[in-house]
Structures are given as C-alpha cells and as structure tokens.
C-alpha cells in the first residue's frame, strides 16, 4: 500500500470513529474542500504533514495516534 491510500483510508476510519462526515471534517479542520477531497480521493501523493496535524487537532488526538495503525505498515514506495 502507499503512503497515500493509507492516509486515505485512515481519515475515512477516523471519519467514521468520530460520526463526522469527510466534508464536516474539513471544514472543522480548516482544511480547503479541495485539499481534503484530493488526500480522501488519493490525488496527493504527498500528504502534508501540516494538513495531518490540523485534523489530529480537531480530532482531538496526537499525531503518534494518526499513524498508530495497520494501515502505515509495509508501506510501498
């Protein structure tokens, strides 16, 4: 898996953890529709670190917690 269909899939868990929709996140976040839209849509091949952060606040969580899963091991270059 890539880097960046594991981010993918780890906002859309986080997504559904939390009952928040994509849309709803980006917006809480403040992160453009269109960013958050092409990291869910694994058009960024390079998800900032910065955007990751902004959820993570707004989640509430660290970002140790954003990338403590499955999904970020064995990952292909």
């Known amino acids: 898996m890539?880097?960046?269909e594991a981010t993918s899939r780890r906002i859309i868990e986080l997504c559904?953890?939390?009952?928040?929709?994509?849309n709803?996140?980006?917006e809480m976040s403040t992160v453009p529709p269109a960013t958050f839209n092409d990291m869910?849509?694994?058009?960024?091949?390079?998800?900032s670190s910065y955007v990751i952060y902004k959820?993570?606040?707004t989640l509430k969580?660290?970002?140790k917690d954003f990338y403590d899963s499955d999904l970020f091991k064995n990952l292909d270059d």
Do not use: H, S, V
Request: glycine share 4%.
């Open 16 to 22: 559904n953890k939390y009952g928040y929709t994509p």
């Open 55 to 57: 959820i993570c606040k």
């Open 40 to 47: 869910i849509n694994e058009k960024r091949d390079n998800p």
């Open 61 to 63: 969580i660290e970002m």
């Open 24 to 26: 709803k996140l980006a």
């Open 2 to 4: 890539k880097l960046k």
